[in-house]
C-alpha cells in the first residue's frame, strides 16, 4: 500500500468517528497511542480511549492513535516498506516522542514487534538512541508479568493509568534527554525500566533475580501505582464513537475497579485491589451524554454488583433508553430487582462463571457459591424471563477428578432444566452455551507456582467432557485445546528468555510451535515446571501489593479445599475472615 493510500484510508476511518481530539504539533509533547491489534478490536478497548483521554487533558500533549494495520494491507506495507501513520493527522509514528503500546492480551505480543517494524525502529531497547522514540509499553499484562517484553520496553508502566499518565507526561517535560528520563521515572511509583535490571541464573537456568545495576538508582522492586481513591474520579469510559468497531453503538464505562472474592486462580481480583467504586452521579452523566451516540450500555467490572448504588445506576440507565450489557455476574450478588431490571432493559442473555461443576472443587478455587445456590440463581434469571445463558468453566484445575466433570454435565443439565420449565410456559426456548478453558497459572495469584496440567491429561479431560456434553438439546460447548493454552501460559510465566520466542513467532507468522523449536528453548521448563520452590519468579519484579505469605497462605488452603470467605459472605455466615494481607 502507498503512503497516499494510507492517508485516505485513515481520514476515511476519522470522519466516521465522533469525538476524537486534534492539536498542533508545535511546542508540545507528541505521542503516539498504539493498540498492537486492528482498529475494529482496538476502539472496543475501554483501557486504550481511556489513555487517550488521559494524555488529551494536557494541553501541552497530544496524543494520537495508531493501530495493526488489516491483514491485507499489513502484508503490502511490510512488502513495500509503507511506513504506519498516526489516525489523527496521518504522521509517521517515528515522528512522535513517544510510542505508548497498550497491550492487553499476551497474543498481541508479536503484533508489538510488527508494529516497531512498521515505524523502522528496532526491536531491542538495547539498540536504540536518543534519535529514536521512547517506547512505553502498559496496559493489563503488566500488572501481571511484563519479563517477555521486558527487552523490547525502554519503560514499562505498571499500574493503572490516572496516576501512570500524569508521571510520564512530567517526567517527559522535565528531563534533558533519554537518560535523564529514564533515570527520574525509575525513581516514580510504577515504572520499570527493564535496562536498569540484570537477571541472575542458578547453574540449573532458574532465574534467581532481577539486580539493579549501580547508579542507575532503580529501586529493588517496583511498585504498581494504582489510584488511592475513585469518588472523586472520572470513571473510564467511551469518548470516542465509530460504527467500526466491535461494539460500535454500545457505550462502555467502568463501574467498580476490583473484587473482594478473590478467587485463586484470578489475576484480575489480586491486582485491581483494593475494590473501589467511581461515583454513581458521574457514571449516569457520563451515560446520558453519550446516549446521541449508542443504544447499549456495557456496564465494565469484575465484581459490578459490589457498587452501593447499582440499582439506581441500573434504573436510571432504564429510564433513559438504554440496552444494558453487563460484564459477567458475581453469582452470589444477583437480586431479583437487578435480573428484572436487565430484563426490562431488553437483555436477553447473562453470563455467569461457575467455573467447575462441584462444590468440593469450588472450595479449591475459593469460588464461594455452591451448586444450590447456582441452580437458584439460574431459576431467577429465567423466571424473570431472559432467555439465554452463558456459562464459563475451566478444566485442568488442581486437584480435578473425573467426578468434577461429570459435575459439569449434571449441573448445566439442572439449570437447563430450569431453562426448560420457564421457556415452556413463554412457548420459547432459549439456549444455554458453555465455554471451557483450560486453566493457566497466572502470576501474581495464590496458583502462581502451579504447573499447568500435562496435555495428555488435558486432552483426555477435553474428550471426556465433550461425551459428556454431547447432543444435549438447547446446550452448546465451546471447549479450547490445550495447546492454545500451552502457549498462552509460555508467554505469561516465562522471564526475558521467551522474548527470543516471541521475534521468531513474529517473522514466521506466529508458528509458536516452530518458533520454540527455531530458537531451541525448552517451553515444557516453564509450562509444565512446580515453581512451589523457587526463590523467585520473574514477575516478582513488579510488586501488586499482596504479600507473598498471602498467596502462600491461600495456595495451601486451595489444596486442602478450604475457603477464604469475602467479608459480605463472611458476615452471612457469622464470622468475619479477613482476605486482605
Given at each position: 500500500?502507498?503512503?497516499?493510500?494510507?492517508?485516505?484510508?485513515?481520514?476515511?476511518?476519522?470522519?466516521?468517528?465522533?469525538?476524537?481530539?486534534?492539536?498542533?504539533?508545535?511546542?508540545?509533547?507528541?505521542?503516539?497511542?498504539?493498540?498492537?491489534?486492528?482498529?475494529?478490536?482496538?476502539?472496543?478497548?475501554?483501557?486504550?480511549?481511556?489513555?487517550?483521554?488521559?494524555?488529551?487533558?494536557?494541553?501541552?500533549?497530544?496524543?494520537?492513535?495508531?493501530?495493526?494495520?488489516?491483514?491485507?494491507?499489513?502484508?503490502?506495507?511490510?512488502?513495500?516498506?509503507?511506513?504506519?501513520?498516526?489516525?489523527?493527522?496521518?504522521?509517521?509514528?517515528?515522528?512522535?516522542?513517544?510510542?505508548?503500546?497498550?497491550?492487553?492480551?499476551?497474543?498481541?505480543?508479536?503484533?508489538?514487534?510488527?508494529?516497531?517494524?512498521?515505524?523502522?525502529?528496532?526491536?531491542?531497547?538495547?539498540?536504540?538512541?536518543?534519535?529514536?522514540?521512547?517506547?512505553?509499553?502498559?496496559?493489563?499484562?503488566?500488572?501481571?508479568?511484563?519479563?517477555?517484553?521486558?527487552?523490547?520496553?525502554?519503560?514499562?508502566?505498571?499500574?493503572?493509568?490516572?496516576?501512570?499518565?500524569?508521571?510520564?507526561?512530567?517526567?517527559?517535560?522535565?528531563?534533558?534527554?533519554?537518560?535523564?528520563?529514564?533515570?527520574?521515572?525509575?525513581?516514580?511509583?510504577?515504572?520499570?525500566?527493564?535496562?536498569?535490571?540484570?537477571?541472575?541464573?542458578?547453574?540449573?537456568?532458574?532465574?534467581?533475580?532481577?539486580?539493579?545495576?549501580?547508579?542507575?538508582?532503580?529501586?529493588?522492586?517496583?511498585?504498581k501505582a494504582a489510584l488511592a481513591r475513585t469518588d472523586a474520579a472520572d470513571p473510564p469510559s467511551t469518548s470516542i464513537f465509530t460504527p467500526d468497531t466491535e461494539f460500535g453503538a454500545r457505550f462502555l464505562v467502568e463501574v467498580v475497579r476490583g473484587c473482594a472474592n478473590l478467587c485463586r486462580f484470578c489475576w484480575a481480583g489480586y491486582n485491581y485491589l483494593p475494590v473501589r467504586a467511581f461515583p454513581a452521579p458521574r457514571i449516569l452523566e457520563l451515560a446520558e451524554a453519550a446516549r446521541p451516540h449508542a443504544s447499549r450500555v456495557g456496564l465494565?467490572?469484575?465484581?459490578?454488583?459490589?457498587?452501593?448504588?447499582?440499582?439506581?445506576?441500573?434504573?436510571?440507565?432504564?429510564?433513559?433508553g438504554y440496552s444494558i450489557s453487563p460484564a459477567s455476574l458475581r453469582l452470589d450478588d444477583l437480586t431479583p430487582t437487578i435480573v428484572g431490571l436487565l430484563r426490562e432493559s431488553g437483555e436477553r442473555s447473562i453470563t455467569i462463571a461457575p467455573e467447575t461443576g462441584s462444590d468440593r472443587l469450588r472450595r479449591v478455587i475459593n469460588k464461594t457459591v455452591t451448586n444450590d445456590e447456582i441452580v437458584e440463581k439460574a431459576d431467577l434469571i429465567f423466571a424473570s424471563g431472559i432467555e439465554n445463558l452463558k456459562l464459563y468453566y475451566m478444566i485442568g484445575l488442581p486437584t480435578e477428578t473425573d467426578d468434577d466433570l461429570v459435575g459439569i454435565r449434571d449441573l448445566t443439565l439442572a439449570m437447563r432444566e430450569r431453562m426448560i420449565e420457564h421457556g415452556r410456559r413463554r412457548g420459547r426456548l432459549g439456549r444455554i452455551v458453555g465455554s471451557v478453558n483450560p486453566m493457566v497459572p497466572k502470576p501474581g495469584t495464590a496458583f502462581q507456582w502451579l504447573p499447568m496440567e500435562s496435555p495428555a491429561s488435558l486432552d483426555r479431560k477435553i474428550k471426556r467432557l465433550r461425551s459428556l456434553v454431547a447432543g444435549i438439546d438447547n446446550v452448546y460447548f465451546n471447549i479450547k485445546s490445550e495447546r492454545h493454552a500451552y502457549f498462552q501460559a509460555l508467554l505469561s510465566l516465562g522471564d526475558r528468555r521467551v522474548a527470543r520466542v516471541i521475534e521468531a513467532a513474529e517473522r514466521n507468522g506466529n508458528n509458536w510451535r516452530a518458533a520454540v523449536a527455531d530458537v531451541g528453548f525448552d517451553a515444557d521448563a516453564v509450562v509444565y515446571r512446580d515453581r512451589s520452590h523457587d526463590r523467585y519468579l520473574p514477575w516478582n519484579i513488579i510488586d501488586g501489593g499482596v504479600k507473598e505469605s498471602f498467596f502462600r497462605a491461600e495456595y495451601d488452603k486451595g489444596l486442602r479445599g478450604e475457603w477464604t470467605l469475602p467479608p459480605k459472605r463472611a458476615r452471612e455466615n457469622e464470622q468475619f475472615i479477613p482476605v486482605l494481607p
Open positions: 500500500m502507498k503512503s497516499s493510500d494510507l492517508r485516505e484510508r485513515l481520514r476515511q476511518v476519522l470522519s466516521r468517528e465522533v469525538g476524537y481530539v486534534r492539536k498542533t504539533h508545535a511546542g508540545r509533547l507528541k505521542v503516539a497511542l498504539v493498540f498492537p491489534n486492528t482498529y475494529f478490536v482496538g476502539m472496543s478497548n475501554l483501557g486504550l480511549q481511556t489513555v487517550y483521554r488521559l494524555f488529551n487533558q494536557a494541553d501541552d500533549v497530544v496524543c494520537e492513535r495508531a493501530f495493526l494495520p488489516p491483514k491485507q494491507e499489513l502484508a503490502g506495507m511490510l512488502a513495500r516498506g509503507t511506513r504506519l501513520l498516526s489516525l489523527e493527522s496521518q504522521t509517521p509514528l517515528r515522528d512522535f516522542d513517544v510510542i505508548a503500546f497498550s497491550v492487553s492480551f499476551e497474543w498481541d505480543y508479536t503484533n508489538v514487534l510488527t508494529i516497531l517494524r512498521l515505524v523502522d525502529i528496532p526491536l531491542y531497547a538495547a539498540e536504540r538512541s536518543g534519535r529514536h522514540p521512547l517506547v512505553v509499553i502498559g496496559g493489563a499484562v503488566t500488572f501481571v508479568n511484563p519479563e517477555p517484553l521486558a527487552p523490547f520496553a525502554d519503560v514499562v508502566a505498571a499500574g493503572e493509568g490516572e496516576v501512570l499518565v500524569p508521571a510520564l507526561i512530567a517526567a517527559l517535560e522535565a528531563a534533558t534527554d533519554r537518560d535523564a528520563v529514564l533515570r527520574h521515572l525509575a525513581g516514580q511509583r510504577g515504572f520499570y525500566i527493564p535496562s536498569f535490571y540484570e537477571p541472575r541464573h542458578a547453574h540449573d537456568g532458574r532465574l534467581e533475580g532481577l539486580e539493579a545495576r549501580p547508579g542507575t538508582g532503580a529501586p529493588p522492586v517496583v511498585h465494565v467490572s469484575i465484581a459490578l454488583c459490589d457498587h452501593p448504588a447499582i440499582e439506581e445506576i441500573l434504573r436510571r440507565l432504564v429510564d433513559v
